[in-house]
């Protein structure tokens, strides 16, 4: 199937440009023939049916010693044999293949139930702690000899990713992909494992969008130039915003100069040119009233984008013409001007009087109001209804209805006029008022405005035409994406001698950025025989370089990384560190070590990773730090969480509730603290309002007096051994927990295990309700779920649950302490007993039982950085490089930035 013919697919055919991806994916960057061989062979492992017994009938069989038989028939095999086979699994057998798949996941499985303690079940006898210890080492022992470290299968780009690698690429570093773009499935807990990562049809479809989205930007169509169209229009046809303009008498006046095109310009609502080009526009406009011996007025034209925002400022747009309007009569003017797709005009009175700047308001008004008093006193009425000791009016002043009150001031006959002076006290804080840029620019200067509509000077503009094009001229944006493609190519197109060297250079300077690595002769041969081939065919330029470009851009060498087995060579490296510690691709520094075959050296790929991690705690969060806090600790579904109202918790809470996380993040990481500071650093981030409020942190009350600073997140320090700071304290992580109405013990318990303890519950028997039916005597949520665990099969996992879930029930729904249960008058019981003997009162407790086993929780970050890093789950080579590692860590208290940099230069990390 031609590469050429994916472009332009309908979605119902996509499907089969998946096998074209599929075959693709075995070609090396030089574009090289598929392995038809290598196929064949991953067809037939792939359609072999899956083994869920642990098969030892085979020649390749390895005797089980005594030690492991007798723990394995003493507590294994009443549930487990060749009869019952419980979960599929026969331990009832004398030796076990261990080249078998099927049988390594299965002893895997089978070691971690027995070392985190959920097998045998609940009320059988148990193994002792020295017989566990055996059957795991035993089966630690077999399991190394045959699982090597690697395996990642091909690796997709996620959304983010994808999105940073165009911006990365394209230079356009604010580039979003289209709306509806698909995302990507969560596995082992990131949207970044290849495991999750499916090709499908409708991420096809997108990736065909985008590509076709950015080579219309590239190498555009040729454009005819549209037949010429009048678009002609008057006052009616024209905006009215605030108090910048109002018709009158079949003419719209105008009479501020304001940079703020809401209070002083008018523009057409409907006349947008459809094509970029030269357009003739008149303008007729007259004077109102003008003042004697004055300049003429000035009428700016510009060009403005429909879509331009209603509080943007003059000085955002393109003057076309300036204009001077007669005093006497009206003035018609024509002139030729540069219009752009969906751009229309804007008028503006350039040298109007009234400015709507308060620092030049006060002096004008005071030379008003010696002018006339009269004036004086009925803007001291409007703005000092109760005395000048009453309250200021200010908002029912506000444009028209504000002139109206001046102006029922001004008629009546019995006005008081004893303040009327320049020096009388109403009159110095009525011209202080004017100075004030609230006061004076959104309320009185809307208002004074209606008096030059009505009694001058003002400017009057009576209709506009635009006509066109005349011919067709590229836009700005148009100008831009041509200087890109040649920034693209590495040359200007007008430098070489025949487009197909044009398209040949663009390919060896595009591709090896595109494919993150070189690309060698046959590929650049491959990719520009499609343009060739088009051109061939009596397409323009254009086209062919349009088609070549989405090629690829839907190659696999684009969308996937990492597809070598083994050791990564210095390129996918490079992939592999960057689109870790920064979700984009290699910039220009990793290219080049990775050119130059330094980039592995060990002390080189430790300063790398250095230099892409974060060196501060303020300012933009790090993409890392956003990313991997995100998904770990769920923070990036905050948004998606609506508490219930009566929590008083709003989108600013959860956005701070989420930056706590991230700068906490951050300082562990930058300041290389110790892997326990996770849990009890004696120190958080916070705002001091949302401190007091929600964590009722008592110390912070007096500094919430301050609103700006109440809201400001700060660093605060206090005593270690409290509830207070960590990741087990913090407004995010028991929101994440809950659902935002009530709180499940089960919910936290089981996300506190997985996520800080890296311990995995089997899923409940399906034959077990959610929860039982008899709930007789029940007060509260603890008795409820008691009631539940009762049953033998429950109790296996519930024993771990249950205790981590009570400890935390204190913690509402948005993390607020709670000493009751809701709806209830009953104390909460938060205590329990670990499946170690260690008993909990508190929550404290918690928190000092994981600092104590902080090899536990260090093991389970760096399995989850790992996993995020990697795109796979580690296997049990892999795990026991990750022991190492984390001993030596921990044991060194060495901190969680050299964690991260031991993890880099790991043999897993550096391996497909």
């Known amino acids: 199937m031609s590469r050429r013919l994916l472009i332009g697919l309908p979605l119902s055919l996509l499907a089969c440009a998946l096998l074209f991806f599929a075959l693709y994916l075995d070609r090396g960057v030089s574009g090289s023939a598929p392995n038809t061989a290598d196929h064949s062979g991953v067809q037939e492992q792939a359609s072999r049916p899956a083994v869920s017994v642990i098969d030892a009938s085979v020649s390749k069989a390895t005797p089980i010693p005594t030690g492991p038989a007798e723990v394995l028939f003493n507590y294994c095999t009443d549930c487990h044999d060749a009869g019952l086979k419980k979960g599929g699994i026969n331990f009832d057998v004398r030796s076990v293949d261990w080249s078998s798949e099927a049988n390594q996941q299965a002893w895997q499985k089978a070691m971690y139930v027995n070392d985190h303690l959920f097998m045998p079940p609940h009320g059988v006898d148990k193994p002792t702690a020295k017989e566990r210890r055996i059957l795991s080492d035993w089966i630690d022992q ?37 709306q509806g773009f698909p995302g990507d499935t969560t596995v082992h807990g990131f949207n970044n494992v290849s495991e999750g990562l499916v090709l499908s049809a409708t991420h096809m479809a997108a990736y065909n969008k985008v590509a076709t989205d950015i080579a219309d930007r590239l190498y555009p169509q040729l454009r005819l130039l549209p037949p010429s169209k009048l678009q002609a229009g008057g006052p009616d046809e024209m905006s009215l915003s605030f108090s910048a303009s109002a018709k009158k008498d079949g003419k719209m006046r105008l009479a501020s100069s304001s940079i703020a095109i809401m209070r002083s310009c008018a523009w057409p609502t409907r006349a947008a040119v459809k094509a970029s080009g030269v357009y003739t526009v008149t303008v007729k406009a007259s004077s109102f009233k003008p003042k004697k011996n004055t300049e003429p007025m000035v009428l700016s034209v510009f060009a403005r984008d429909v879509d331009t925002p209603m509080r943007a400022r003059t000085s955002r747009f393109r003057v076309l013409k300036e204009l001077e309007v007669s005093p006497k009569g009206t003035t018609s003017v024509s002139f030729e001007a540069e219009l752009y797709e969906n751009q229309t005009l804007m008028f503006q009175w350039k040298n109007a009087e009234l400015s709507h700047d308060h620092e030049k308001l006060p002096g004008m008004m005071r030379d008003w109001f010696e002018r006339d008093p009269r004036f004086l006193a009925a803007w001291q009425r409007a703005v000092f209804p109760d005395g000048i000791k009453g309250k200021v009016r200010k908002t029912e002043l506000r444009g028209l209805n504000g002139w109206r009150i001046l102006h029922e001031g001004m008629q009546d006959p019995d006005l008081d006029m004893s303040q009327a002076t320049l020096d009388a006290p109403m009159t110095k804080k009525l011209l202080e008022l ?35 094009p005349s011919k067709l001229v590229d836009s700005p944006q148009e100008k831009a994406d041509k200087l890109l493609a040649d920034r693209l190519a590495g040359i200007s197109r007008d430098k070489v001698d025949s487009d197909e060297a044009y398209a040949r250079k663009m390919l060896g300077n595009f591709l090896p950025r595109a494919f993150r690595r070189p690309v060698d002769e046959r590929t650049i041969a491959s990719f520009l025989q499609i343009a060739t081939d088009h051109w061939a065919e009596g397409h323009g330029f254009n086209e062919g370089m349009h088609l070549m470009l989405r090629n690829v851009l839907i190659s696999p060498q684009f969308l996937y990384r990492s597809v070598r087995p083994g050791l990564l060579d210095d390129h996918d490296l490079a992939a592999r560190l960057s689109y870790f510690l920064t979700q984009s691709p290699p910039d220009a520094t990793l290219t080049r070590l990775a050119n130059e075959g330094r980039l592995s050296k060990p002390h080189m790929l430790r300063k790398q990773a250095i230099r892409l991690l974060p060196s501060k705690i303020g300012g933009p969060t790090h993409p890392f730090v956003k990313d991997f806090t995100g998904q770990w600790l769920g923070t990036s579904l905050l948004p998606e969480i609506m508490p219930d109202p009566k929590f008083r918790f709003h989108t600013e809470d959860i956005q701070i509730a989420t930056k706590e996380v991230e700068l906490f993040f951050a300082e562990m990481l930058v300041k290389n603290r110790p892997m326990r500071d996770f849990i009890d650093p004696g120190f958080t981030y916070t705002a001091p309002y949302f401190a007091h409020r929600i964590y009722q942190m008592q110390q912070l009350k007096s500094w919430s007096a301050d609103k700006k600073k109440s809201e400001r997140i700060q660093r605060f320090e206090f005593p270690r051994g409290t509830r207070h700071g960590g990741l087990l304290g913090m407004s995010a992580i ?12 089960v919910l936290r318990g089981v996300w506190v295990m997985e996520n800080i303890l890296g311990i995995h519950p089997p899923p409940p028997p399906e034959d077990v309700p959610a929860l039982t039916p008899d709930t007789r005597g029940a007060q509260t949520p603890r008795d409820t779920l008691i009631k539940h665990t009762n049953n033998p099969d429950c109790y296996s996992c519930h024993q771990h649950i249950d205790p981590i879930g009570f400890v935390f029930e204190n913690f509402d729904p948005v993390g607020k302490w709670r000493e009751k249960w809701p709806g209830t008058k009953h104390k909460i019981d938060p205590t329990g007993v670990l499946t170690d003997g260690t008993k909990l009162k508190r929550v404290v407790d918690f928190k000092q039982w994981v600092v104590k086993n902080e090899d536990i929780f260090a093991k389970n970050v760096a399995n989850k950085l790992m996993i995020y890093g990697t795109g796979r789950e580690l296997n049990h080579a892999e795990q026991n490089e990750l022991k190492t590692i984390v001993k030596n860590n921990v044991g060194g208290d060495e901190g969680f930035r050299e964690l991260i940099l031991d993890l880099v230069a790991s043999e897993t990390f550096r391996t497909k």
């Open 734 to 745: 028991m929101m994440t927990t809950a659902n935002g109405v009530d709180t499940q013990p």
């Open 434 to 468: 004017f100075g004030n840029r609230n006061y004076a620019v959104f309320n009185f200067a809307d208002a004074l405005a209606h008096y030059y509509f009505n009694y001058g000077p003002s400017l009057e503009l009576q209709n506009f035409s635009i006509e066109g």
């Open 142 to 178: 077999e399991l190394s000899k045959q699982i090597e470290i690697g395996g990642t299968p091909p690796r997709r780009l996620n959304k983010t990713e994808y999105r940073n690698t165009i911006r990365s690429l394209f230079y356009i570093p604010d580039y979003e992909l289209p």
